[in-house]
């Protein structure tokens, strides 16, 4: 009797584990059903997002070349008419991947840089770039902006050189209208490096020669300094940082990765073979016998 039962038993426990393994068999397909119709879901919402992004940037720059154009560059309250002239050249950016920078009222000659910059990536024309500039002012400029245009009656014969110069007496203080003057009024109070790196930001918004550029920055030197970069008549703006900044190293014991020598390569147009020299070997050791002597005043 006793057999009989552990017999029935182990034929239903056999039953049982045969119903689990094909439960957990059927489960396993269906969370790979589910895993599987998620990804395509989410394929498919990156895809259609995409699409969506696409439709909305060209439903963007269509408003901004058939409204705009009626609503900003006429004042709201002109009463002249003037003809709508319809052209398929393209009036705004030529690569729509690059965005213009905005610009709020604050820095404005960081945003003068930066926006021509974006002008000469994108091949802008001089006559699509007040119209573009205009479309990224917000806060104060944007106001600015509503009251350049009812004083003008129409941006039709601004140019952008007009409009820049009128935005950078709005926004920029008496001091810093005038780039030079900042420039060459820029003094080194930092180290080196960061005197460097801001006289090669007043540097860009200027036309001046690399003489006097040159002149300029080894002038504002810390006097310490300027007095020993002299002895070795600095030939390029990139050879006179090389030497300050070995200078500022003995000088203020500053710490230097070794066999890295300092190099930084100018931002110029022209070919200058000298652009990317290093401080040799020997003028280092002139600079450290100039330690040794006590320069004239």
Partial sequence: MADEVQTRLQKEVATLQKEVQRIDASNEQTR??????RFDFC??????????????????LKIDSNITAKNLIE???????????VSDEKQFTEHSK??????NGDDF?????????FFAADNTEDKHKVLIAMMHLDGRALQWHQ??????????????????????????????????????????????????EEFESLLSLVDISEDQALGIFISNLKPEVEQRIRLFYP????????????????????????????????????????SGLEVTNDEISAIEATFDHVLPP
Avoid at 43 to 60: N, P, S, T
Wanted: net charge neutral; with cysteine.
């Fill in 32 to 37: 790979s059903s589910i895993e599987q119709t």
């Fill in 109 to 117: 000659l960081g945003w003068k840089l930066k926006v021509e910059q």
């Fill in 147 to 196: 009251k350049f245009i009812r004083d003008k009656g129409s941006l039709h014969e601004v140019t952008w050189n007009q409009y820049s110069l009128s935005l950078q007496a709005r926004f920029c203080d008496t001091e810093s209208t005038n780039p030079f003057y900042v420039l060459v009024a820029h003094k080194h109070t930092n180290t080196v490096e960061e005197y460097f």
């Fill in 43 to 60: 394929a498919g919402m990156d895809a259609m997002g995409k699409e969506m992004r696409q439709m909305f940037e060209k439903l963007l």
């Fill in 75 to 85: 004042p709201s309250g002109s009463t002249e008419s003037r003809p709508i002239i």
């Fill in 98 to 103: 690059l965005q213009c920078p905005r610009f």
């Fill in 235 to 274: 030939k390029t703006l990139n050879h006179a940082f090389n030497l300050a900044k070995q200078v500022e190293v003995m000088i203020f014991n500053l710490p230097r990765k070794p066999n890295i020598p300092y190099k930084h390569i100018l931002k110029s147009d022209e070919d200058d073979t000298l």
